[in-house]
């Protein structure tokens, strides 16, 4: 049962280019939406979230937008960085859970110099 | 900046043997929690734990796993009888406040042979 789901397991973008990473949903119960990035051998960082009465948070070269009619969210890099090759991993939060996340498969983004 | 921490980071065990994962959260969280990612595949739930007892658990938590908090600063993560399917990642987490992001360890790379 996947409630989220990331369609694309690799990406590759040009250094200063933007980097758009999709995520789908499909639990209407989800209340909260984050991005965390990851690197090898390391456990996940938390990049940005959205709450799902909004439609856009944006923290500096990282933006989601978040598309309720749709079930879909992305993320933007602009511009990408070489530093910002990882997977990258969509994750939401139930309203009511034990605040746990359900992480979709991931994105391995690739910013070539 | 507060940060989780886990060890070991790296186990190997026999089949069948018991582990113990520790994990010292964040000291003003309030929420606990350990994800599993075997390789290749997406960050998986394991379990959360808030106010002293388990919140919420996965259909993989079953009795062969146990955590418990025996301090008031570590959380651990038991394995009673390993199978070679238990071998993966493992990270702790913990949130506190209203703000919907976890935040992870390192890992502990657990290997089952």
């Known amino acids: 049962d996947q409630q989220v789901k990331q369609n694309s397991p690799s990406l590759s973008v040009q250094e200063g280019r933007i980097s758009i990473l999709n995520c789908d949903y499909t639990?209407?119960?989800?209340?909260?939406f984050l991005w965390y990035k990851k690197y090898p051998a390391e456990g996940p960082t938390f990049l940005i979230s959205?709450?799902?009465?909004?439609d856009k948070n944006e923290d500096g070269r990282f933006t989601v937008f978040l598309n309720k009619s749709a079930k879909h969210l992305s993320l933007h890099i602009v511009p990408s960085q070489p530093g910002d090759s990882a997977v990258y991993f969509c994750?939401?939060?139930?309203?009511?859970?034990?605040?746990?996340?359900?992480f979709g498969s991931g994105t391995q983004l690739t910013v070539l110099p | 900046e507060p940060e989780v921490t886990q060890t070991p980071s790296h186990q190997v065990t026999q089949m069948g043997q018991e582990v113990i994962l520790r994990c010292v959260p964040i000291?003003?969280?309030?929420?606990f929690y350990w994800y599993r990612q075997i390789l290749g595949q997406k960050v998986e739930f394991l379990v959360s734990?808030?106010?002293?007892?388990?919140?919420?658990k996965s259909e993989i938590f079953d009795d062969q796993f146990s955590v418990e908090r025996p301090d008031g600063s570590n959380f651990t993560l038991k394995i009673r009888s390993t199978k070679l399917e238990d071998s993966a990642m493992y990270f702790c987490?913990?949130?506190?406040?209203?703000?919907?992001?976890?935040?992870f360890g390192q890992g502990t790379r657990l290997t089952v042979v």
């Open positions: 987490a913990s949130s506190g406040g209203l703000r919907p992001e976890a935040f």
């Open positions: 639990n209407s119960m989800f209340d909260y």
């Open positions: 959205i709450s799902s009465i909004k």
């Open positions: 994750a939401a939060r139930a309203t009511g859970s034990a605040r746990q996340l359900t």
């Open positions: 000291s003003n969280h309030l929420y």
């Open positions: 734990f808030y106010n002293n007892e388990i919140s919420e």
